[in-house]
């Protein structure tokens, strides 16, 4: 019997996203469409961007204040963006 390499086409995306770096870039975008409607529209206001680099997501701010209250409740914000994209991609969250 002849062996195949068959694979459907979800899976050699996965791969080819997975080798190319690409997975990295759709988490963040996925996180910042979402960001509003986790944190609601005052926050994002004060939003300057958001960067997200080896499982790490680094939030500038436009506020001191704001910084120190959500640096609080890191580990909540985390487990909420976490739950909105579906899959457990944050694992350290810092404001600045």
């Not at 979402?34 to 944190?39: A, D």
């Not at 005052?42 to 506020?63: A, G, M, N, P």
């Amino acid at each position: 019997m002849r062996k195949t390499n068959e694979q459907s086409i979800g899976e050699v995306i996965k791969q080819w996203l997975k080798q190319s770096n690409m997975d990295e870039k759709i988490t963040e975008v996925r996180i910042n469409a979402s960001w509003e409607k986790i944190m609601g529209s005052d926050i994002h206001k004060l939003t300057e961007r958001i960067v997200y680099r080896k499982r790490v997501l680094t939030v500038y701010l436009r506020s001191a204040p704001l910084r120190e209250e959500l640096y609080m409740a890191r580990t909540k914000i985390a487990d909420m963006i976490n739950k909105e994209v579906g899959v457990k991609v944050i694992d350290e969250l810092v404001f600045r």
